[in-house]
């Protein structure tokens, strides 16, 4: 079976970077993989688990005889890691990463990589609240989309072989240009996570000595806030990340609960339900279409 990763370098061995080491060990699609981080026992981990052949906790040196690395860690961290490898990179490696906004990875990329143009950016929409290698499994691809973001600059050859990589996790991949990549996740991924968080925090203010809400929330509750257990640092990352995109998307949802609101001073049940209806109607036809990739 051919091996067309050669040795792949993974900087960031947690969820995404640990589900995509298990898919392309499980699928025989990678010779090596290098884990990449600053946690040793993390990565002492990922190795007892099989997720990883070797590791270092130094980038520079982690990638200097890589076929392929692919960066997951937080955004935050991207400016860093960039710096840290660019002088250590062979000349015809391929680099891609699994980041949740694509045009802070460009500008990041574009600033310190000196091969900008085998740089794919990448996004696998897969995900759970859980973190950490140890939740990491081969399947979290399965079927899902994966969007590569390449420019006019992007080598014809390392977009082929990022495509082939993230096709081997059993991801759906399709390409659109970053920007448009940002405002569209901006509505249907970074607004819910924010829509989530602010709302456990409206109920938690709520609550006081006497009375705890909480207590009596049930299943409605537990589903709508699933999200809010993700990781507040990688979500802060993100946030500011795409700030410009996020924050036009908060505004439209703002304008949202002010128009219920009016409804509710009003007590105007005939605008609530039509509200409720065409939500309703927009989240059925979303499912019926696509409900059997979620």
């Not at 640990?18 to 026992?41: C, D, E, P, Q, Y």
């Not at 899902?144 to 973001?149: E, G, K, M, P, V």
Request: charged fraction near 25%.
């Amino acid at each position: 079976m051919s091996t067309p990763l050669g040795h792949l370098v993974i900087i960031g061995v947690g969820l995404i970077g640990g589900s995509a080491a298990r898919a392309l060990k499980k699928g025989g699609f990678v010779t090596r993989i290098t884990g990449v981080g600053r946690n040793l026992s993390n990565l002492e981990k990922a190795k007892a688990l099989g997720v990883v052949d070797d590791f270092s906790t130094d980038i520079a040196k982690a990638v200097h005889d890589a076929d392929t690395v692919l960066i997951s860690v937080p955004m935050g961290a991207y400016e860093a890691v960039f710096s840290a490898m660019a002088e250590s990179l062979p000349e015809k490696v391929v680099i891609t990463d699994a980041g949740s906004t694509k045009q802070h990875a460009v500008d990041m990329a574009h600033k310190h990589l000196p091969n900008f143009n085998r740089f794919v950016p990448a996004h696998p929409i897969a995900g759970t609240e859980n973190s950490g290698v140890e939740a990491s499994f081969a399947e979290l691809f399965h079927d899902r989309l994966c969007i590569l973001t390449p420019d006019e600059e992007t080598d014809a050859d390392a977009l082929a072989r990022v495509k082939a990589l993230w096709e081997a996790t059993d991801s759906r991949v399709e390409c659109m240009a970053a920007a448009e990549h940002d405002d569209l996740l901006a509505a249907v991924s970074h607004l819910p996570h924010i829509a989530a968080y602010a709302l456990v925090n409206a109920v938690r203010k709520l609550g006081s000595e006497k009375n705890d809400p909480f207590k009596f929330a049930a299943g409605g509750f537990r589903d709508f806030t699933r999200i809010a257990s993700s990781s507040p640092a990688m979500w802060r990352d993100i946030a500011l990340a795409n700030r410009d995109a996020l924050l036009h998307k908060v505004d439209v949802l703002q304008e949202e609960l002010a128009h219920l609101r009016q409804a509710l001073e009003k007590a105007d049940g005939e605008k609530l339900l039509d509200d409720f209806s065409a939500a309703k109607e927009a989240r059925d036809n979303w499912l019926a279409k696509h409900g059997d990739s979620l």
